[in-house]
């Protein structure tokens, strides 16, 4: 299996507390690296991206790798995600048998850092051991690993509703499709460090981007965008993650298209 993990950053990889530099990362041989920054030119940087946003830069990372046409999972990262492996294994070790295990569409690593968060309490279930690795819907965006079917129907991301909060929630809303295919792993935690300013993205972007998708999804969201008593009753439902054979191809047409409009997605998308 072959993943690269692509990182937006101000200034490139940091060392923040517990943070660290990706070096484990690079030296293992076993996943590449590519990050942006845009604020600061980095010499190891792919490319500075002066000013332009997170969603922006995730989108050009997405275009950059899958170009590349030899990966089978895209690791998103924001630079002050700080990783962590549960288990004897290195956390990229970790996250590659986690992949090999079930093939999902997604996998997302288990925040503790949310887990008490009153915005959050429902919509990350509480810890099972019986289940290290579940089935989850609509979580952190903080970090993303994607399977290779899937990068052109995640990306690009719409850019013009403000570029980080309102395209979490796409993102998330794109994922519904595919709950029981969606993991968490508790095999690792990935908590992020850095409250970022709010100046790129508030609740009311979110919204703007909850009306222009109201036509593209054919299922509903009780109440507000994010109801977290309505993720918690279907979360319940899913807790089982589905295995897969490797070469699964996640992009069922037929199958998506009970769920979001890909023609209006397309269109939406080429809005930018």
């Not at 830069?57 to 895209?74: C, G, I, P, V």
Request: hydrophobic share 35%; proline share 4%; net charge neutral.
């Amino acid at each position: 299996m072959k993943i690269c993990m692509l990182e937006t950053s101000p200034s490139g990889p940091v060392d923040i507390g517990s943070i660290g530099k990706r070096k484990q990362i690079i030296e293992s041989g076993k996943c590449d690296f590519f990050f942006v920054t845009h604020k600061d030119f980095h010499s190891d940087g792919i490319s500075f991206r002066k000013g332009e946003r997170w969603a922006s830069n995730r989108n050009f990372l997405a275009s950059f790798a899958e170009a590349k046409e030899k990966y089978d999972y895209f690791w998103f990262t924001d630079y002050d995600v700080n990783y962590t492996s549960n288990t004897h294994l290195s956390v990229v070790e970790q996250i590659i048998e986690d992949l090999e295990q079930y093939n999902p569409a997604i996998l997302v690593c288990f925040d503790p850092n949310k887990q008490h968060s009153h915005s959050h309490k429902n919509i990350y279930l509480p810890h099972d051991p019986s289940l290290p690795i579940r089935s989850a819907l609509m979580t952190n965006n903080q970090m993303k690993i994607v399977h290779k079917s899937l990068i052109d129907y995640f990306f690009p991301m719409p850019l013009s509703f403000g570029s980080i909060w309102d395209t979490c929630l796409y993102f998330n809303l794109l994922e519904v499709p595919f709950i029981g295919h969606t993991a968490m792993t508790y095999n690792v935690y990935g908590s992020g460090m850095i409250s970022e300013p709010q100046s790129q993205g508030n609740n009311a972007s979110m919204k703007k981007m909850y009306e222009s998708m109201k036509d593209i999804i054919h299922f509903a969201i009780k109440d507000t965008p994010q109801d977290t008593s309505t993720l918690y009753q279907v979360q319940s439902r899913f807790r089982k993650l589905l295995k897969n054979e490797s070469d699964i191809d996640y992009f069922d047409k037929n199958k998506i298209s009970k769920y979001i409009d890909l023609e209006k997605l397309n269109s939406l998308k080429e809005k930018g």
